[in-house]
C-alpha cells in the first residue's frame, strides 16, 4: 500500500508516493541535462608512413574510448579506420574494400598487427636507439626535450643508467655542467628529468638578477639622437639655439665646394655629384679636377 501524506485533513488524493531510487536518478538527470559525453576530436588521416604509425593509432584509441567503444565495437572500428587511410595506406587497403583480397584480420586487434606489418618500423628499437643517440634539447625547454626523449625510450627499451647517459648527452652544455658540479643522484630517468627541469629554472633566475636592468636606460642615454632619416641632430644642451634640424645637418655635414647653400641642397635633392653636379657618382669618387676657387661669400657665411 503506497504511503500517504496527510496534512490538515488533505485528502488521500494528495498523496505523494515514494519514489526508488532509479526514478530518482532518472528525474535528477532530466532536470541536470543528463550526463553528457565530452565531444571528441576525429584523429588524423593517415597516409602510410612508418614514423606516424604508432601516433595515429594511439589517436584511434584515444577516440574510440571517448565515444565508449573501448571494448569491443569491432564491425564499427575497422570501418571507421579504413575511411582515414589516404594515399600509400589507402592503395594498400582497396582491394580489400573491393572484396577482391580476403582481409587476414577478422577483429580489431588483427587488424591493428596487421597495420604494424604493412606500415610499422621494422625494426623500431633499434631506430629509437639510434633516434635518442642523435637527439638534442638544442633551444627547446628541457620539458620539452624529455617529452620527446620519454617517447621514443619507450620503444628503445632500455635501462636506467644508458637512458641517463643519453638523455644527459643530449642536454645544453650549462646542465651539464650543473650536474658535474651536483652531487645529486638519480634513481630513473623521471627523476633525472625532473632535476633538470627544477635547475632549468633556477638556472633562468639566476640570470635574470645578474642582469642589469638599467642597461637600456643607459643604452638610450648614450645613443646619437637622429633624425627620421637617419642623419644626425646635434642635442640641444645648455644655451645653443639651433634652427631646423635638417638645415643644421645639411651645414654642419657638408664640405666646402665653393657652391651655395641652395645649390648644395639642388644637388642633394637630385642625387647629383657635389663637386661636379653630374649624376652617376658621388663626389669622392668624382674625377674632375678642381679648378682655382673663387671666393664665395654665401658658401663661406
Given at each position: 500500500m503506497a504511503a500517504t501524506a496527510v496534512q490538515g485533513g488533505a485528502s488521500s488524493s494528495q498523496a505523494t508516493p515514494i519514489q526508488n531510487p532509479e526514478q530518482m536518478r532518472q528525474i535528477v538527470?532530466?532536470?541536470?541535462?543528463?550526463?553528457?559525453?565530452?565531444?571528441?576530436?576525429?584523429?588524423?588521416?593517415?597516409?602510410?608512413?612508418?614514423?606516424?604509425?604508432?601516433?595515429?593509432?594511439?589517436?584511434?584509441?584515444?577516440?574510440?574510448t571517448?565515444?565508449?567503444?573501448?571494448?569491443?565495437?569491432?564491425?564499427?572500428?575497422?570501418?571507421?579506420?579504413?575511411?582515414?587511410?589516404?594515399?600509400?595506406?589507402?592503395?594498400?587497403?582497396?582491394?580489400?574494400?573491393?572484396?577482391?583480397?580476403?582481409?587476414?584480420?577478422?577483429?580489431?586487434?588483427?587488424?591493428?598487427?596487421?597495420?604494424?606489418?604493412?606500415?610499422?618500423?621494422?625494426?623500431?628499437k633499434g631506430e629509437a636507439r639510434i633516434?635518442?643517440?642523435?637527439?638534442?634539447?638544442?633551444?627547446?625547454s628541457v620539458r620539452e626535450y624529455w617529452n620527446e626523449f620519454r617517447l621514443v625510450a619507450s620503444e628503445a627499451e632500455l635501462d636506467n643508467s644508458t637512458g641517463g647517459e643519453l638523455l644527459l648527452a643530449g642536454m645544453i652544455a650549462e646542465l651539464q655542467n650543473a650536474w658535474g658540479a651536483s652531487s645529486e643522484e638519480y634513481e630513473d630517468l623521471e627523476a633525472l628529468a625532473q632535476w633538470a627541469i627544477r635547475k632549468e629554472t633556477k638556472l633562468a633566475t639566476?640570470?635574470?638578477?645578474?642582469?642589469?636592468?638599467?642597461?637600456?636606460?643607459?643604452?638610450?642615454?648614450?645613443?646619437?639622437?637622429?633624425?627620421?632619416d637617419g642623419t644626425y641632430r646635434p642635442s640641444n644642451n645648455g644655451n645653443q639655439n639651433y634652427s631646423d634640424p635638417m638645415e643644421v645637418d645639411t651645414t654642419r655635414k657638408r664640405p666646402r665646394f665653393?657652391?651655395?647653400?641652395?645649390?648644395?641642397?639642388?644637388?642633394?635633392?637630385?642625387?647629383?655629384?657635389?663637386?661636379?653636379?653630374?649624376?652617376?657618382?658621388?663626389?669622392?669618387?668624382?674625377?674632375?679636377?678642381?679648378?682655382?676657387?673663387?671666393?664665395?661669400?654665401?658658401?663661406?657665411?
Open positions: 538527470a532530466s532536470l541536470t541535462g543528463g550526463t553528457r559525453k565530452p565531444k571528441a576530436k576525429e584523429p588524423e588521416v593517415y597516409r602510410g608512413e612508418r614514423h606516424k604509425l604508432r601516433g595515429w593509432l594511439a589517436q584511434l584509441i584515444v577516440y574510440y571517448t565515444v565508449g567503444w573501448q571494448t569491443g565495437y569491432d564491425e564499427e572500428k575497422i570501418p571507421y579506420a579504413t575511411s582515414l587511410l589516404r594515399d600509400d595506406a589507402r592503395t594498400w587497403i582497396t582491394p580489400y574494400a573491393e572484396e577482391r583480397l580476403t582481409p587476414a584480420w577478422d577483429n580489431w586487434a588483427r587488424f591493428q598487427a596487421e597495420l604494424q606489418r604493412q606500415f610499422g618500423v621494422i625494426d623500431a633516434r635518442l643517440k642523435n637527439m638534442r634539447q638544442g633551444k627547446r639566476v640570470r635574470h638578477i645578474l642582469g642589469s636592468p638599467s642597461t637600456k636606460n643607459i643604452q638610450s642615454e648614450t645613443t646619437t639622437p637622429q633624425n627620421p665653393n657652391i651655395s647653400r641652395e645649390e648644395f641642397q639642388r644637388r642633394i635633392r637630385e642625387q647629383l655629384c657635389l663637386k661636379c653636379a653630374q649624376p652617376g657618382h658621388l663626389a669622392r669618387n668624382c674625377t674632375k679636377k678642381d679648378g682655382p676657387k673663387s671666393f664665395n661669400a654665401q658658401a663661406r657665411s
